[in-house]
């Protein structure tokens, strides 16, 4: 059985660093992209942008470019997602997902809440 | 605001089949790339319901059913289901993009 297990809620202060995980398991990790998408409160869902774990290529939304870290260690079948400077409008659900074209296996979410 | 544009809201009576529109342009669902469907129950992550415009992962109902025509897809929902009330979302690749990018959703109520 496919899953995508994502690491648990955080609370963090503006300026602060943080790095979010998502844990795939039943197929093979390296082999499909995964991608992260973000939801803020009452929102629609955006794309942030998707890696493969294979080779570690890496395609961003230009409205997140720069602005966060997507990275994977196929080791671990882990993918992240990471901030180095947090801002209150990051305060989201971040879901990871698998695929790149579509998404058919997501994982549950994990909360970011950044308030001083 | 998304380049892929959806009613925001939607309602039908059970038994009764509605659909839900994703209107693009030229540089996304017009210039051949495929619509994606998802369903979001309150509360909980998206689900994949539409992949290349009209299939369905093994699971979903052949209630949904999807379709494609120019610059604008379709999500059909034939049967209302209480238990279908949710968020759906369409998806398509942009050109203009190195990446996907989400419809603004649509809220089906269910009366």
């Known amino acids: 059985e496919v899953q995508l297990v994502q690491s648990g809620a955080e609370v963090k202060k503006p300026g602060e660093s943080l790095k979010i995980s998502c844990k795939g398991s039943g197929y093979s990790f390296s082999n499909y992209w995964i991608g992260w998408v973000r939801q803020m409160p009452g929102k629609g869902l955006e794309w942030m942008g998707v890696i493969y774990p294979g080779d570690s290529d890496t395609r961003f939304s230009p409205s997140f470019q720069g602005q966060v870290t997507i990275s994977a260690d196929k080791s671990i079948s882990t993918a992240y997602l990471q901030w180095s400077s947090l801002k209150a409008s990051d305060t989201a659900m971040y879901y990871c997902a698998r695929g790149n074209h579509y998404f058919d296996y997501w994982g549950q979410g994990t909360l970011v809440t950044v308030s001083s | 605001q998304s380049v892929l544009t959806q009613p925001p809201s939607v309602s039908g009576a059970p038994g009764q089949r509605v659909t839900i529109s994703c209107t693009g342009s030229s540089s996304n669902i017009g210039a051949g790339y495929d619509v994606h469907w998802y369903q979001q129950l309150p509360g909980t992550a998206p689900k994949l319901l539409i992949y290349g415009n009209s299939n369905r992962p093994s699971g979903v109902p052949d209630r949904f059913s999807g379709s494609k025509s120019g610059t604008s897809a379709s999500l059909a929902i034939t049967g209302l289901q209480a238990e279908d009330e949710a968020e759906y979302y369409c998806?398509?690749?942009?050109?203009?993009?190195?990446?996907?990018?989400f419809g603004g959703g649509t809220k089906l109520t269910v009366l």
């Open positions: 998806q398509s690749k942009d050109s203009s993009l190195t990446g996907s990018v």
